[in-house]
């Protein structure tokens, strides 16, 4: 898995049904299918089924932003991941804005994490620190908590279709980026983490993307950083030539292990 790096663009609450798909005629026109790089666009659920239909899935993949956790239900205006089934192939699971403005908790995502992959579908777990935590220098507990959080009911053969995003609170929206460095730190944290969880074969092969006020100009900075396999870019992808322009800059990558 880890010799494809994958690159997601997250949406958020943006773009009409008619802008994705604008968007994603724009975004299949610039670019090209490249087996060393999976494209992944988390668009809103109420584009998803006409996205869907539009995309060749092999060249551009969907996620979901979020999902409830049960597979069906009266749970009125919820999602589930049984519903999703079928339409994406993806998930994010636990991104900060869902664990601060929705306060979803470790259960709620260890939840969301067990239902995509009872879905066939692959959740990417989001995890990072917040300002605070960073300089109290808890970034390593944090990330250990939130893994432990998030995966503590899955297999280590479940993990083959799980990545996970290291993505700083303090980082996402603001402009300020982590340093390659740092993202290589905290990389490494989460693969000895996984390590600890599941054994040295199931970490090796875990993809772990770095999210958080990623640009044109910084991603290669995160591509070239060894244990990183992949962006998760907010702001920056809602640009079509720019987030092309990010998966192509991917393509020219090898991927560094570590
Ligand atoms: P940003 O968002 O690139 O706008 O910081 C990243 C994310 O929330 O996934």
Not at 92 to 115: M, P, T, W, Y
């Amino acid at each position: 898995m880890r010799d494809k790096k994958l690159i997601v663009a997250n949406f958020k609450m943006n773009f009409t049904i008619h802008e994705a798909s604008l968007y994603v005629h724009r975004l299949d026109e610039a670019t090209t299918s490249h087996r060393d790089v999976e494209m992944v666009l988390a668009a809103g659920f109420l584009s998803l089924p006409s996205l869907s239909m539009q995309v060749d899935h092999r060249k551009i993949k969907l996620a979901a932003q979020n999902f409830y956790w049960r597979d069906q239900g009266a749970f009125t205006g919820e999602v589930s991941a049984t519903q999703l089934k079928g339409v994406v192939d993806y998930a994010l699971v636990g991104h900060s804005e869902r664990r601060h403005i929705f306060r979803e908790n470790d259960k709620d995502i260890r939840a969301k994490v067990q239902a995509a992959i009872r879905n066939d579908i692959s959740p990417i777990l989001c995890v990072g620190e917040t300002a605070q935590e960073r300089a109290s220098g808890e970034t390593n507990d944090v990330l250990c908590d939130q893994l432990i959080g998030g995966l503590s009911n899955v297999t280590g053969e479940d993990m083959a279709r799980i990545a996970i995003a290291y993505e700083p609170v303090w980082a996402i929206g603001t402009g300020k980026n982590a340093v390659p460095d740092d993202v290589k730190r905290a990389a490494k944290a989460i693969r000895s983490q996984i390590t600890h969880l599941f054994g040295t074969g199931v970490a090796d092969d875990v993809r772990i993307l770095y999210g958080g006020s990623v640009s044109l100009d910084s991603a290669s900075g995160y591509l070239n950083t060894s244990g990183v396999d992949g962006l998760l870019i907010g702001s920056a992808s809602l640009d079509s030539h720019i987030f092309g322009s990010i998966v192509k800059a991917a393509h020219k990558k090898g991927t560094k292990k570590a």
